[in-house]
């Protein structure tokens, strides 16, 4: 799906992102911060742009997205993920189409896939290829909430396709269905607090608070995508590139918290997941094998509580607590809690000692009830 769209058509977008980073909802992503009036116009990152063409890529799934969280066993991986890198993808054909463009037309022209200070979703919005919906993400009548976006800038002066009118009306499904009220109000929401935000981009240990409401989700989040009424439109069509990987689709928990580095780069190699890095994908699998209530899983996460990473070791740390009795995680700790040098991983086993219960682990559904607003 192709929209051709105006370098101004989005006035509002540059105040909108103001007000995101003055509230801190950009959280670690600091490269948002760095300079958002570039952002806000495109002019700002080429003054020569006159159009600008908006390609909407359907990624769509074929099959129920949420069907996953209640196999606690294993871990959930956003669909978006679960093929080859989208930009390795989409880029090409943008380039393509470019230089058609050029050759037919002359003039100039740039492509953009997710990785320069582009505001995709409001220019394709004003070509129309969709609206931003109260999740914030781009919603279409014919592919719902599943879109990949990409970019061509031109200094052809093309004509603008119209906008697309909002179809929200009173659904609110996206904010309800999130497992951790990322959406202080329709239209915002909290990076900070996002599933996806949490297990991407955030670079520390998780907050402890948000921990129990991840579920399973260790790589991004589909919920508030997956309910919106609009994806009927979008349940065929996907490109056949973007096709989902058989071994990315329902991972077993156990057997990705033993990953090492190589192994990571092995397993998700030309994937977006290989871009989080080892160890912040096994901090979230250790998450996902803290909320299984699952007994079974408490060997995986032992066998981390050594590991290289603080970050690995801390969440290491609180999968047992969730998973063993106090006995025999006071045995654990003993030898390692004299030699621990990282303050935050010190933190998690003085915090487990405190909290775990004396031999029950959690309730099988404790922490698998999404907060509702």
Not at 24 to 39: C, E, K, S, V
Not at 298 to 304: D, F, V
């Amino acid at each position: 799906m192709l929209a051709v769209t105006r370098p101004d058509a989005i006035p509002h977008a540059k105040d909108a992102l103001t007000r995101f980073i003055a509230d801190g909802f950009h959280g670690d992503m600091d490269w948002l911060a760095a300079n958002p009036a570039r952002r806000g116009d495109p002019r700002a990152l080429w003054r020569d742009v006159r159009s600008i063409a908006m390609l909407g890529v359907n990624c769509g799934p074929g099959r129920d997205p949420l069907a996953i969280l209640k196999a606690r066993e294993r871990g959930a991986i956003s669909v978006y993920a679960q093929g080859d890198d989208y930009h390795d993808v989409i880029k090409p054909r943008l380039k393509t189409l470019a230089r058609w463009l050029v050759e037919m037309a002359g003039g100039d022209a740039k492509v953009f896939v997710d990785t320069a200070a582009v505001m995709e979703k409001p220019l394709a919005a004003s070509g129309g290829i969709g609206w931003q919906g109260k999740h914030t993400n781009l919603v279409s009548r014919r592919f719902g909430s599943w879109l990949f976006l990409g970019a061509i800038f031109t200094t052809l002066d093309l004509p603008p396709d119209a906008a697309e009118a909002d179809h929200c009306g009173a659904c609110r499904a996206c904010l309800d269905v999130c497992p951790t009220a990322a959406f202080p109000a329709p239209y915002r929401l909290d990076a900070r607090r996002c599933v996806s935000y949490l297990t991407i981009e955030h670079k520390g240990p998780i907050p402890r608070e948000l921990r129990p409401l991840m579920g399973n989700r260790i790589y991004g989040c589909d919920d508030c995508l997956a309910v919106c009424p609009w994806n009927k439109f979008a349940t065929q069509g996907r490109d056949a590139k973007l096709a989902a990987r058989a071994a990315l689709v329902a991972p077993q928990l156990d057997e990705l918290a033993q990953l090492d580095d190589a192994a990571f780069r092995a397993l998700f190699a030309k994937s977006p997941v290989k871009r989080a890095g080892r160890d912040r994908f096994v901090r979230n699998v250790l998450i996902a094998i803290g909320n299984s209530g699952k007994p079974a899983l408490a060997a995986a996460a032992e066998a981390r509580l050594d590991d290289g990473s603080p970050l690995v070791r801390g969440a290491a740390v609180w999968a047992l607590g969730r998973l063993i009795g106090r006995d025999r995680l006071a045995a654990l700790a003993e030898p390692r809690q004299h030699r621990e040098a990282d303050p935050a991983v010190a933190d998690e086993w003085m915090a487990a000692l405190a909290h775990v219960p004396a031999k029950a682990c959690p309730a099988p559904d404790a922490g698998w009830t999404p907060v509702r607003r």
